[in-house]
C-alpha cells in the first residue's frame, strides 16, 4: 500500500507563507519561469563554452553581472517590504525598485568589458559612480527582504566601514577610503559583490539547486520517503527513523533545510504523530534531519561550494571531507530516536499500511540510477560544474517515461517558477554578504582580525576553538549559514590555521558546522520553526527538542578538528580506527542523553541513580569520541582506559537499579 502524499498546492502554499514570498498576480506569474528560462540558457552558454550568448557571456564578470541582473529585481516582485504585507497586492514602489534593478544591472552588464580594462573599480566616469551608489543600496533592500534585518544590519555597517576605518578603535583600525572609492570598489571590484560568493554560485551552485527542485518536482521526495517507509517503516519508532533516512537522503540532492523540511516533513511529520510520538518531538527529528541532509555529501548546500572556491580545491574534496562527520552525525540522531521509542514503548507502523518496496523500487528506480551518475561525475570525473546538468536531463528524460510522474505543462512551469524563487533569494544573499568580504579585503582588516583573534587566545589553540565556536555560533544565529559562513572564513579561519598550526579543511568544516547550528538553535531555528508549522507545535518548544536531538552536532566539529583523520585526511587504518572510536562514543553520548542503552535497557531506575549513570555514559562517551595526542594531553589508549572505567560501573548500577526496581513494580502490580 502506497503512503499517502499530500497535495502539491498545499506544500507549496505552507512554503511560500515559511519564507514570506508572496504570490505574483496572474498577468506576472510567467516572470519567474521565464527568468529561469533565460538564465538556465545563459549558464548552459557560459560553462559549456557554446558562443550563442558572447553578448551577456563573453567576459566572466559580464557572466555575473547578468546574473544578479537577471535574478535581483526578482526579489522586490516576490518579497514583500513588510512580512504583513505577504497578502497584498504589489505596490507601485516595488514595481519601481523592480524596473530600477534591472535598469542599474544592465548598465553593469553593457559595460563590464570597460569596468574590466579601464579599472573602473578605482577611477570610474561619474554615471557609473551614480550606478554604483544605487547598485549598492538596491542589493542591502534585497538582501533585507530575501535574509532579514541582521543580513542588512551587519552588512550596511561592513560595507559602510571603509568610511571610518581611521577612526575605529585600535584593533579593527585600518586604512580609510572615500565614499566613491568605497562604491567603486564594492560594485566594480572582483573582491566584492562580485567576490568569492557569487563566483561559486555562478560557477558551482545553480546547476546544483536546478537538479534539486527537479528531483523534488519529479517525485523525488515521494519515492525516497516510500523507500524509507518500505525498509524502516516497521521497526520501533519507524517513522522518526524513516525522517532520517528520507530526509537525509533528499536533504544530500536538494541542499536546503527549509525546502526539505516542507517536502519530506509533511509525511514523516503526521506518521510519527500516529505511533505516539509528541508534536514538537516529531518536528525536532524532522529539523534536524533536514539539517543534516545538507551536510551530507554528494550536493550538500550552496556552502560548501563556497567553501571549495575558499579553499582552492574541487569540490569533491569538500564533499569527500563531510562523509564521516555526516555518518556520524545521523548515527548519533539515530540511536537517540531508538532509544527514545525503546524507552517509551513506541512501535513502528502495521506492515499492511506501508509501501511495498518492490513496487517502490519498480516505480523509483532512476532516482538511485541518476544519484549514481551524479556521484560518479562528481567524485571520479571530478566534473563539479556541469554534473548536476548531465544529472537534471538524464532525470528529466527518465521522468517522461514514468507513468506515475510524467510531467505536462503545468508541472514544468512549477518546477522553473520554483527555481526562479530559490535562485532570487540566494542571489539577494549573497551579492549582500560579497560586500561584506569586499569590506574587509578594501581595508586590509581580515588579517589584522586573525592577528587580534590569536593575540587575544595568547596562542592556545583550544582557546581559539572555543572562540571560533562561540564566534560562528552567534553568527549562525543572526544570520544565514552561508553568510555566517563567508564572514568567519575571512575573518576568523586565517588565525585558526596561522595560530594553530590547524588542518584548513578541518578549520572551514569546523565553521560550517557551528554555523549550520542556527537552524535548530532557538531564538532564530528556521528549520526547526518550519517543521513546527507542519506538526502544530509551539516553535520554542521544537527549537529546543531539536537542540538535545541534534546535540551530537555540538562536539563532532571539535573531533574532526582534533584529528583530521575524521575528514579522510591521513592513512586508511588510521582513519579506520578513529572513525570505529568515534562510533562508539557518539553511540555512547546519544544513549547517555535518552538514557536507554541498546544491551543494558533503561540507563537506571529513579531520578538519583538515572543522574548519575547517565552522566557516567555521557562522560564514557565522550572519552570514547576524543582523538588521543596532540592537543589532548591523554593518549588513545588512556581515554580508552579511562572510558570503560567509566562506563563499566555505569552498566553495573543500571542493572543493579533496574533489579532493584523489579520487585516494587511487582508489588504495586499485586
Known amino acids: 500500500m502506497t503512503h499517502p502524499t499530500p497535495p502539491a498546492d498545499s506544500t507549496q502554499e505552507l512554503k511560500e507563507k515559511v519564507i514570506h514570498v508572496r504570490p505574483l498576480p496572474p498577468a506576472l506569474r510567467w516572470i519567474p519561469g521565464a527568468v529561469t528560462v533565460v538564465l538556465m540558457m545563459m549558464t548552459l552558454d557560459y560553462l559549456f563554452n557554446v558562443g550563442l550568448l558572447r553578448f551577456v557571456t563573453g567576459l566572466e564578470t559580464q557572466f555575473y553581472y547578468a546574473v544578479v541582473a537577471l535574478l535581483l529585481p526578482l526579489v522586490f516582485l516576490l518579497w514583500p517590504l513588510k512580512t504583513s504585507l505577504q497578502h497584498r497586492p504589489i505596490p507601485w514602489y516595488d514595481y519601481a525598485l523592480s524596473v530600477a534593478t534591472l535598469i542599474v544591472g544592465g548598465y553593469f552588464v553593457y559595460h563590464a568589458e570597460s569596468i574590466l580594462e579601464r579599472g573602473w573599480a578605482f577611477a570610474a566616469p561619474d554615471i557609473a559612480i551614480m550606478a554604483s551608489y544605487a547598485w549598492w543600496l538596491l542589493i542591502i533592500e534585497a538582501a533585507r527582504r530575501a535574509g532579514g534585518w541582521p543580513i542588512a544590519v551587519i552588512v550596511s555597517l561592513f560595507s559602510l566601514y571603509p568610511l571610518v576605518a581611521d577612526i575605529v578603535p585600535g584593533p579593527i583600525q585600518a586604512f580609510p577610503s572615500s565614499l566613491e572609492e568605497t562604491a567603486m570598489y564594492h560594485t566594480m571590484s572582483t573582491e566584492s559583490i562580485m567576490g568569492v560568493p557569487l563566483q561559486a554560485f555562478a560557477g558551482l551552485v545553480i546547476g546544483f539547486l536546478v537538479f534539486g527542485v527537479v528531483l523534488q518536482k519529479s517525485g523525488g521526495g515521494k519515492f525516497f520517503i516510500n523507500l524509507a517507509f518500505a525498509l524502516l517503516g516497521h521497526v520501533r519508532g519507524g517513522p522518526a527513523k524513516v525522517s532520517i533516512f528520507s530526509s537525509g537522503l533528499m536533504g544530500s540532492m536538494s541542499g536546503s533545510v527549509i525546502s526539505n523540511v516542507l517536502t519530506t516533513g509533511v509525511l514523516s511529520i503526521p506518521a ?399
Not at 592537543?631 to 581515554?639: I, T
Request: proline residues 5%; contains cysteine; glycine residues 10%.
Open 272 to 670: 510519527m504523530r500516529r505511533i505516539g510520538m509528541g508534536r514538537s518531538f516529531s518536528g525536532g527529528v524532522e529539523a534536524c534531519a533536514s539539517t543534516g541532509g545538507v551536510l551530507m555529501p554528494p550536493v550538500m548546500g550552496a556552502t560548501a561550494f563556497v567553501m571549495a572556491m575558499f579553499l582552492d580545491v574541487p569540490y569533491s574534496a569538500v564533499a569527500l571531507a563531510a562523509i564521516i562527520p555526516s555518518i556520524l552525525y545521523f548515527l548519533g540522531l539515530f540511536i537517540q530516536i531508538d532509544a527514545y521509542a525503546a524507552r517509551h514503548d513506541i512501535k513502528g507502523l502495521p506492515a499492511v499500511e506501508l509501501p511495498s518496496l518492490w513496487q517502490t523500487l519498480k516505480e523509483g528506480w532512476y532516482f538511485i540510477f541518476v544519484f549514481a551518475l551524479l556521484v560518479w561525475m562528481l567524485l571520479v570525473m571530478q566534473r563539479e560544474a556541469v554534473a548536476p546538468f548531465y544529472a537534471t536531463a538524464l532525470l528529466l528524460v527518465l521522468n517522461q517515461f514514468s507513468r506515475h510522474n510524467r510531467w505536462g505543462l503545468k508541472e514544468l512551469g512549477e518546477t522553473l517558477s520554483s527555481a526562479a524563487k530559490l535562485f532570487a533569494e540566494l542571489i539577494a544573499i549573497l551579492a549582500g554578504v560579497g560586500m561584506l568580504v569586499g569590506a574587509l579585503s578594501m581595508t586590509g582588516l581580515s588579517g589584522t582580525i586573525a592577528n587580534d583573534f590569536i593575540h587575544i587566545a595568547g596562542g592556545s589553540v583550544p582557546l581559539l576553538l572555543l572562540m571560533g565556536a562561540l564566534t560562528s555560533f552567534v553568527l549562525g544565529i543572526g544570520m544565514t549559514v552561508t553568510a555566517a559562513y563567508i564572514f568567519l572564513a575571512v575573518a576568523l579561519a586565517p588565525a585558526l590555521i596561522q595560530g594553530g598550526g590547524l588542518d584548513p579543511m578541518a578549520v572551514h568544516m569546523f565553521i560550517l558546522y557551528w554555523g549550520m547550528l542556527s537552524f535548530i538553535t532557538p531564538p532564530v531555528a528556521l528549520g526547526a520553526f518550519a517543521a513546527a508549522t507542519v506538526a502544530g507545535a509551539r516553535p520554542m518548544a521544537t527549537g529546543l527538542q531539536a537542540m538535545r536531538l541534534g546535540s551530537v552536532i555540538y562536539f563532532i566539529p571539535f573531533l574532526f578538528v582534533l584529528n583530521p583523520a575524521l575528514i579522510m585526511q591521513g592513512e586508511p587504518l588510521q582513519i579506520g580506527l578513529v572513525f570505529i572510536q568515534a562510533l562508539v562514543g557518539i553511540v555512547l553520548f546519544a544513549s547517555a542523553m535518552q538514557g536507554y542503552l541498546i544491551g543494558v535497557g533503561r540507563l537506571g531506575v529513579g531520578a538519583i541513580y538515572e543522574a548519575l549513570v547517565r552522566s557516567l555514559v555521557l562522560v564514557a562517551g565522550l572519552l570514547f569520541a576524543l582523538p588521543g595526542g596532540g592537543m589532548v594531553p591523554l593518549s588513545q589508549l588512556e581515554l580508552i582506559l579511562f572510558a570503560l572505567a567509566a562506563l563499566a560501573p555505569a552498566v553495573l548500577l543500571a542493572r543493579w537499579s533496574q533489579r532493584q526496581a523489579r520487585p516494587r513494580s511487582a508489588h504495586i502490580d499485586t
